[in-house]
């Protein structure tokens, strides 16, 4: 892949086949594990009744979708209040919902845009906005899979079973950078 660039009003880079299906690959990964979570929201008669959706009162179990889908209010673990949690609890069922819609909506919107089979990617700048936010939830899915820190090194001996996996991480990051360069230019 060569860097994004502006082209216009376009912002344009070219994929080899490999490099599109690892993208797509891992969006509509994401994507999947974003739709169960949607899934598995309780249904709720008062919701039905209003058009108001709303999703699960808990964090995910998983860390992955727990990274995903941040709690919307940290409780005080110094000073726990009940009160606290379930304000915590009431701000991720009405919140939820709208930021698993937006989340799979930017997946859809690689996934259309993306070709299988590698070539040319022109976007309109919402687009391009549109990877960048499924290439950031992709790089947070795949840095907390690899339990990457700060500390992390750039390069993990063979014998890891994550090291092929930092390497696509790493290349993430670049494609991203380089897509926030191409959309600021």
């Known amino acids: 892949m060569r860097n994004w660039h502006r082209e216009g009003d376009k912002i344009v880079a070219e994929l080899d086949r490999q490099e599109a299906a690892v993208i797509r690959g891992l969006v509509s990964q994401v994507q999947d594990m974003l739709q ?24 995910p179990d998983d860390p992955i979708l727990s990274r995903l ?12 209040d009940p009160g606290e949690a379930d304000s915590a609890s009431a701000l991720r069922s009405l919140h939820e919902p709208e930021l698993l819609d937006l989340k799979n909506g930017v ?17 309109a700048d919402e687009q391009a ?8 939830d992709v790089r ?20 890891d079973p994550r090291s092929a996996h930092l390497g696509v991480y790493h290349w993430l990051t670049w494609v991203q950078e380089t897509l926030i360069e191409a959309i600021t230019e």
């Open 36 to 59: 169960a979570r949607a899934e598995e929201a309780p249904q709720d008669e008062l919701a039905e009744l209003t058009g108001i959706r709303t999703g699960a009162s808990t964090s």
């Open 69 to 80: 889908l941040p709690d919307f209010h940290r409780l005080d673990p110094d000073a726990p």
């Open 107 to 123: 997946a859809a919107v690689v996934l259309d845009t993306c070709p299988p089979q590698g070539g040319a990617v022109v976007l």
């Open 129 to 136: 906005e549109a990877w960048l936010s499924a290439i950031n």
């Open 140 to 159: 947070l899915a795949l840095g907390t899979a690899l339990d990457i820190s700060e500390d992390m090194p750039d390069e993990l001996p063979e014998e």
